[in-house]
């Protein structure tokens, strides 16, 4: 881990195999069309994507290719298998402790899933609609998969095993003195405990459905990192907007970007549930503190809707907000990355791996905005 991270740090310059295939631009392509539905010739160089255009949407494709891979793993085991969301049978142990939460977590999830895949699907489709190169990471899905029941025995992306779960969304998003883009603070972790250590948010064999209280442990984790998850993307698209140029793009943004909202709302509710009543798992060394009847506004679970806090600068009113936006700051591309390494979901993968996916998060940063 410690060396993937420096990795991380030490990509800034390269970045030169990036743009391979934008030279057969869509530019004669995309100007057919337009002529084709009658639009003055004008409008031409306005609809071609810049480069900052393309390196944001291809990151954005290379997150939700990374976003579908984890879902689709809960999904397999705790979520709904079906037609829309095809693979795996279920593990009846983990799915019961899921549903502790609320009777409707695998319908949760399985939507959950079933939305990345669009997301990932249509950014492809669309930089292809453009002449623009598509992202595959095929070639990394190297990880293996939970070896319990239910879920398929296929190379995976991503690492669900061995969690480092950041909660300080929790307490950042109760916060009404502290905004990450103005001060930089660090925020209290919601469970101390998962942001230490390594822990299962999927069950990794048969052996981890019993006792009753370690399956709950896995489950209340996986609760937890379905809002660590969705809040990344609650920050990014917003982030990255910023940087679009194209009209058409930034509706891209502001249109898929606020449905990661809508998943991180459901899932910080939900996680407050993976809480109550007070839960200490011993045999795991886990502890979930009771967030349900604490009189800690900072803490407590159903506060569950952005408190106004300071934006832009101090000068101004109280304001509800996502936070964080600023351009390059924590909730940008390279931070993203950089969390999802912390996360723990890429203990296994290839150093050209994290090469890969760091540069398309840096010429996503880079991109800005043309007038
Ligand atoms: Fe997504
Ligand atoms: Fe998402």
Do not use: C
């Not at 459905?209 to 660590?228: E, V």
């Not at 979901?345 to 150093?351: A, H, K, T």
């Amino acid at each position: 881990m410690k060396e993937t991270t420096k990795q991380l740090e030490n990509t800034a310059s390269r970045r030169s195999f990036l743009y391979k295939g934008l030279a057969v631009g869509g530019a004669g392509v995309i100007g057919a069309g337009l002529l084709a539905k009658g639009l003055p010739a004008f409008a031409h160089g306005s609809s071609d994507l810049t480069q900052g255009d393309v390196a944001i949407l291809r990151f954005l494709a290379a997150v939700e290719i990374i976003e579908s891979d984890l879902w689709q793993q809960y999904n397999e085991l705790g979520g709904i298998q079906d037609r829309e969301v095809p693979g795996g049978s279920g593990s009846t142990a983990y799915t019961k402790a899921l549903q502790n939460l609320d009777a409707d977590m695998s319908q949760y999830i399985h939507d959950n899933t079933d939305d990345e895949f669009s997301h990932m699907n249509f950014l492809n489709a669309f930089l292809a609609s453009k002449g623009a190169e598509q992202v595959n990471l095929d070639k990394f899905r190297t990880l293996p998969s939970s070896k319990a029941t239910g879920a398929q025995q296929i190379p995976r992306l991503t690492n669900l095993m061995q969690l480092t779960v950041d909660t300080s969304w929790w307490t950042r998003y109760r916060n009404d003195q502290q905004n990450p883009d103005i001060d930089h603070p660090t925020f209290p972790q919601a469970v101390p405990d998962l942001f230490q250590g390594q822990h299962p948010a999927i069950p990794r064999s048969d052996a981890d459905l019993a006792p009753a209280n370690h399956i709950q442990a896995i489950a209340n984790t996986a609760a937890f990192h379905f809002g660590f998850i969705e809040q990344g993307g609650t920050s990014l698209y917003p982030t990255l907007a910023q940087g679009v140029t194209d009209l058409e793009v930034l509706r891209i943004l502001l249109s898929i970007g606020p449905t990661e909202t809508m998943h991180f709302q459901v899932w910080h509710d939900k996680a407050g549930a993976a809480v109550s009543p007070p839960f200490n798992v011993k045999d795991t060394g886990l502890a979930f503190p009771d967030l349900s009847t604490t009189n800690d506004e900072n803490l407590r679970a159903n506060l569950i809707m952005p408190e106004p806090t300071i934006f832009l600068n101090r000068t101004f009113p109280h304001v509800s907000i996502i936070r964080p936006t600023q351009q390059g700051g924590s909730g940008g591309a390279v931070a993203t990355i950089k969390a999802f390494n912390a996360d723990g979901l890429f203990i296994g993968q290839s150093d050209e791996f994290m090469q890969f996916v760091s540069n398309l998060a840096e010429q996503a940063d880079q991109a800005q905005r043309a007038a």
